[in-house]
């Protein structure tokens, strides 16, 4: 029972909207007509993605740098992903894309409804900026084609004609159009907008362009951007690829080239040493006919030619660092790269490669802007600051240096003194041949540094490899056609649902039963259809109208109420006038009558009686007569209605000066008593409860209460009223009469109205 109310109430809550299926329908209709125009004429935005693999200069830039420099901590620059990134990303990057594909220029053509823009094969001709103002371009730009050689050339209202090929200026300026060799003319206009490509470049950078790892924390990057012309955007991004590669390698020949120059200068010192050396020995042997050294003393020699080595390896680090010192000191070479001179100290190699990593990023800005520009001179102090972090550092590496060089020297002492016991002469071709094996050791290590350097520059790979060619999706990024049709469908449903929901929350009217839902016990005894003549009376003998049965359901209904020996007292009221409560009293008691049972309608409206008046019946005398003491007699004053033999009405009589207290007299008890006597159902007519409180004075003598809700007439806040009355039991076993339903409110069943059981609380 409990499922079956559910169930009923969440068919009226349904209704409004199922009777209206066809505005639903009409709505979704034409959403989806409307996202259909929307997907015909927007341009749609494209997807191009790109996998990247970032390559590790440690492990695979070339076998050559990994073993030639490795000893001498040359290109051991720090390569993260993070980097990377950001250097794809970065706006001189994207700039100089930008500029290399002549995006400072866009061509259209106008179309109804619609601008298309060319780019590529479908443009018919090229513009090439010769001059341009600093100022925006607020006026449109227009060319048309007027003979093989010469165009039209419209800005804002000003119209001229040029020749292809040639400059031509307006409006400060000054551009050459160049027509595709393989166009003849064109038919439309072609109108072009001057772009600033710092501002798209910018646009890139702040996140149309895309970098990211495929997988956290690995080599391989996801480059993707969109374009409403996926040729474009697949330009793009292959020129920004190959971009950043051939930067990448101009970047490690560059470093790789200071290095070269140093090993240079370092080779025509040590030769011109290794001269000296090798003639010194030759003369000696020459001069003191010495061929051949001891055994023993030939390990000491060893020993001490082994520090001596060391100690030539500690000058030249000594000498890097004063040459390194001499080259930040020198004026010239203020915005100069700093060659990487084989340190071993790692925080000095850092800060060297930061050093030039600054300087190329300060330079390539240059390219672009100017000295006083915030971000040039912003690389300018950090270049400067670095400088300074470098000269400190230097002096720290230098005294380092100066320790280890006292400690070889001292070692080195140890083994010179044990030499010294040798023959004078052997001990001099023997340092002499020392001196000699040092300088020949460092300069062939030196000249294979060279070679292997010199032959790295030409075998420099890029920093990255393409795994994915950029490529364009199937589909468009945006709109999605699916989900624009979907969200079509879903607002062309929820449209009509909101303006339904809202024009029942906006009228304060009752509409139809659900709107007793929320009073919580309330209990409908019936629906009553609406009654379209002036005539009260609905019910006739043998009648078989919608309305007839609709009164004979509330007759079954009432019947299911009866208690054996209880003879049935009714009342019936409403909130306002104008409800119905006087017709549905003549008509439920024309319906009681017709089952042969002796009943009595009493006019106990005593303020504004309708009753007699809608049965075309006058009285004198009657209820208000017999409760002010005026008469004794009731049944002289109940009339007989001829329209049924069984039903009989007592009036109200003259209307009385104090109803209330009328009502609260011992005489209204002993009425009903008399009548009670008589009479197999007693309906009582009384006034609104909504004005008056009468009908709750007479609610002790009713075994029933009815109260009346009219469709479309009753007001939603005066539902509070019956909320009360329920909640608070004022009137006894009240049930609800929903009256005056049309077809807007009637729920679906064979009547137009309610079956035994079917109301929400139905009985």
Same mark, same amino acid.
């Given at each position: 029972?409990?499922?079956?109310?559910?169930?009923?109430?969440?068919?009226?809550?349904?209704?409004?909207?199922?009777?209206?299926?066809?505005? *639903?329908?009409?709505?979704?209709?034409?959403? &989806?007509?409307?996202?259909?125009?929307?997907?015909?004429?927007?341009?749609?935005?494209?997807?191009?993605?790109?996998?990247?693999?970032?390559?590790?200069?440690?492990?695979?830039?070339?076998?050559?740098?990994?073993?030639?420099?490795?000893?001498?901590?040359?290109?051991?620059?720090?390569?993260?992903?993070?980097?990377e990134i950001e250097i794809l990303r970065s706006k001189d990057l994207i700039e100089k894309v930008l500029r290399n594909l002549k995006m400072d220029v866009s061509y259209f053509i106008e179309e109804p409804f619609k601008r298309t823009e060319l780019y590529g094969r479908k443009q018919p001709i090229e513009v090439i900026i010769v001059k341009k103002g600093n100022g925006p371009i607020n006026k449109k730009i227009s060319i048309s084609s007027l003979t093989d050689s010469t165009f039209n050339f419209q800005y804002g209202k000003v119209s001229i004609v040029g020749s292809y090929n040639l400059p031509i200026s307006q409006g400060g300026i000054t551009l050459k159009i160049n027509r595709r060799a393989e166009v003849a003319q064109f038919a439309k206009p072609v109108i072009i907008e001057l772009k600033?490509?710092?501002?798209?470049?910018?646009?890139?950078?702040?996140?149309?362009?895309?970098?990211?790892?495929?997988?956290?924390?690995?080599?391989?990057?996801?480059?993707?951007?969109?374009?409403?012309?996926?040729?474009?955007?697949?330009?793009?991004?292959?020129?920004?690829?190959?971009?950043?590669?051939?930067?990448?390698?101009?970047? $490690?020949?560059?470093?790789?080239?200071?290095?070269?120059?140093?090993?240079?200068?370092?080779?025509?010192?040590?030769?011109?040493? &290794?001269?000296?050396?090798?003639?010194?020995?030759?003369?000696?042997?020459?001069?003191?006919?010495?061929?051949?050294?001891?055994?023993?003393?030939?390990?000491?020699?060893?020993?001490?030619?082994?520090?001596?080595? !060391?100690?030539?390896?500690?000058?030249?680090?000594?000498?890097?660092?004063?040459?390194?010192?001499?080259?930040?000191?020198?004026?010239?070479?203020?915005?100069?790269?700093?060659?990487?001179?084989?340190?071993?100290?790692?925080?000095?190699?850092?800060?060297?490669?930061?050093?030039?990593?600054?300087?190329?990023?300060?330079?390539?800005?240059?390219?672009?802007?100017?000295?006083?520009?915030?971000?040039?001179?912003?690389?300018?102090?950090?270049?400067?600051?670095?400088?300074?972090?470098?000269?400190?550092?230097?002096?720290? =590496?230098?005294?380092?240096?100066?320790?280890?060089?006292?400690?070889?020297?001292?070692?080195?002492?140890?083994?010179?003194?044990?030499?010294?016991?040798? #023959?004078?002469?052997?001990?001099?071709?023997?340092?002499?041949?020392?001196?000699?094996?040092? $300088?020949?050791? &460092?300069?062939?290590?030196?000249?294979?540094?060279?070679?292997?350097?010199?032959?790295?520059?030409?075998?420099?790979?890029?920093?990255?490899?393409?795994?994915?060619?950029?490529?364009?999706?199937?589909?468009?990024?945006? #709109?999605?056609?699916?989900?624009?049709?979907?969200?079509?469908?879903?607002? %062309?449903?929820?449209?009509?649902?909101?303006?339904?929901?809202?024009?029942?929350?906006?009228?304060?009217?009752?509409?139809? #039963?659900?709107?007793?839902?929320?009073?919580?016990?309330?209990?409908?005894? %019936?629906?009553?259809?609406?009654?379209?003549?002036?005539? #009260?009376?609905?019910?006739?003998?043998?009648?078989?109208?919608?309305?007839?049965?609709? *009164?004979?359901?509330?007759?079954?209904?009432?019947?299911?109420?009866?208690?054996?020996?209880?003879?049935?007292?009714?009342?019936?009221?409403?909130?306002?006038?104008?409800?119905?409560?006087?017709? =549905?009293?003549?008509?439920?008691?024309?319906?009681?009558?017709?089952?042969?049972?002796?009943?009595?309608?009493?006019? *106990?409206?005593?303020?504004?009686?309708?009753?007699?008046?809608?049965?075309?019946?006058?009285?004198?005398?009657?209820?208000?007569?017999?409760?002010?003491?005026?008469?004794?007699?009731?049944?002289?004053?109940?009339?007989?209605?001829?329209?049924?033999?069984?039903?009989?009405?007592?009036?109200?009589?003259?209307?009385?000066?104090?109803?209330?207290?009328?009502?609260?007299?011992?005489?209204?008890?002993?009425? *009903?008593?008399?009548?009670?006597? !008589?009479?197999?159902?007693?309906?009582?007519?009384?006034?609104?409860?909504?004005?008056?409180?009468?009908?709750?004075?007479?609610?002790?003598?009713?075994?029933?209460?009815?109260?009346?809700?009219?469709?479309?007439?009753?007001?939603?806040?005066?539902?509070?009223?019956?909320?009360?009355?329920?909640?608070?039991?004022?009137?006894?076993?009240?049930?609800?009469?929903?009256?005056?339903?049309?077809?807007?409110?009637?729920?679906?069943?064979?009547?137009? %109205?309610? %079956?035994?059981?079917?109301?929400?609380?139905?009985?």
């Amino acid at each position: 029972m409990k499922q079956s109310k559910i169930s009923q109430e969440t068919k009226h809550r349904i209704l409004p909207y199922a009777r209206r299926w066809y505005v *639903f329908a009409i709505s979704i209709v034409l959403c &989806l007509s409307i996202a259909w125009l929307y997907l015909s004429y927007v341009t749609p935005i494209y997807s191009i993605n790109s996998t990247l693999l970032i390559i590790d200069d440690k492990k695979g830039d070339g076998i050559l740098k990994a073993t030639a420099f490795s000893d001498l901590n040359m290109f051991q620059e720090t390569k993260t992903v993070d980097n990377e990134i950001e250097i794809l990303r970065s706006k001189d990057l994207i700039e100089k894309v930008l500029r290399n594909l002549k995006m400072d220029v866009s061509y259209f053509i106008e179309e109804p409804f619609k601008r298309t823009e060319l780019y590529g094969r479908k443009q018919p001709i090229e513009v090439i900026i010769v001059k341009k103002g600093n100022g925006p371009i607020n006026k449109k730009i227009s060319i048309s084609s007027l003979t093989d050689s010469t165009f039209n050339f419209q800005y804002g209202k000003v119209s001229i004609v040029g020749s292809y090929n040639l400059p031509i200026s307006q409006g400060g300026i000054t551009l050459k159009i160049n027509r595709r060799a393989e166009v003849a003319q064109f038919a439309k206009p072609v109108i072009i907008e001057l772009k600033n490509v710092e501002a798209m470049a910018a646009m890139y950078s702040d996140g149309k362009l895309q970098v990211n790892p495929v997988i956290k924390e690995s080599n391989t990057l996801r480059v993707s951007t969109t374009d409403a012309i996926p040729e474009r955007g697949v330009a793009i991004l292959s020129h920004l690829i190959q971009t950043y590669n051939q930067e990448n390698i101009e970047r $490690k020949n560059e470093k790789a080239m200071g290095t070269v120059n140093f090993i240079d200068q370092r080779l025509k010192i040590l030769g011109r040493d &290794l001269s000296g050396v090798e003639g010194e020995v030759e003369n000696y042997k020459q001069q003191n006919g010495v061929t051949e050294i001891a055994a023993g003393t030939q390990v000491n020699l060893n020993k001490s030619a082994e520090y001596g080595q !060391l100690i030539e390896t500690n000058n030249i680090q000594v000498g890097v660092i004063n040459t390194l010192a001499n080259y930040l000191n020198n004026p010239d070479n203020q915005f100069r790269i700093v060659p990487s001179m084989g340190l071993k100290d790692p925080v000095l190699n850092t800060l060297v490669t930061r050093f030039n990593d600054l300087q190329m990023e300060r330079n390539r800005m240059l390219s672009t802007a100017k000295l006083t520009n915030p971000l040039v001179e912003e690389l300018t102090e950090q270049v400067n600051g670095l400088k300074q972090s470098i000269r400190e550092n230097l002096a720290n =590496v230098k005294k380092g240096v100066q320790i280890e060089q006292d400690f070889l020297k001292s070692n080195s002492s140890r083994y010179t003194s044990r030499i010294r016991s040798v #023959p004078a002469l052997e001990r001099g071709l023997l340092q002499r041949g020392r001196e000699q094996t040092v $300088k020949t050791n &460092l300069y062939e290590y030196l000249l294979q540094k060279r070679e292997e350097t010199a032959l790295s520059l030409s075998a420099t790979i890029p920093s990255s490899e393409v795994i994915d060619r950029p490529a364009v999706g199937l589909n468009p990024d945006f #709109p999605k056609k699916q989900l624009t049709y979907l969200l079509g469908g879903i607002l %062309g449903f929820l449209i009509p649902l909101g303006s339904i929901y809202a024009a029942g929350s906006l009228r304060p009217k009752v509409i139809s #039963p659900a709107s007793l839902y929320e009073i919580k016990g309330v209990k409908i005894l %019936g629906e009553l259809t609406h009654h379209a003549t002036s005539n #009260p009376i609905a019910v006739k003998e043998g009648s078989t109208t919608v309305i007839s049965e609709l *009164f004979r359901f509330i007759r079954m209904n009432i019947g299911h109420l009866d208690k054996p020996g209880l003879k049935q007292t009714i009342l019936v009221t409403s909130c306002m006038q104008g409800e119905g409560k006087t017709f =549905v009293s003549i008509n439920l008691g024309l319906t009681l009558a017709q089952l042969n049972k002796k009943v009595l309608i009493l006019e *106990f409206d005593l303020r504004k009686p309708d009753l007699l008046n809608k049965l075309e019946m006058t009285q004198k005398n009657g209820i208000a007569t017999f409760l002010s003491g005026q008469t004794d007699e009731l049944r002289c004053n109940i009339l007989p209605y001829s329209g049924s033999t069984n039903l009989d009405v007592l009036g109200c009589g003259p209307l009385p000066n104090n109803p209330a207290e009328l009502l609260f007299s011992e005489r209204v008890g002993q009425l *009903f008593k008399n009548v009670k006597e !008589l009479y197999d159902y007693v309906i009582i007519d009384t006034s609104p409860v909504g004005y008056v409180a009468d009908a709750f004075s007479l609610a002790a003598y009713a075994d029933l209460s009815i109260f009346l809700v009219r469709y479309n007439y009753t007001n939603l806040s005066q539902l509070q009223i019956l909320k009360d009355i329920n909640e608070n039991n004022k009137l006894g076993n009240m049930m609800v009469v929903l009256n005056d339903a049309k077809q807007g409110n009637r729920s679906a069943y064979a009547y137009g %109205g309610y %079956g035994y059981g079917q109301g929400r609380h139905s009985v």
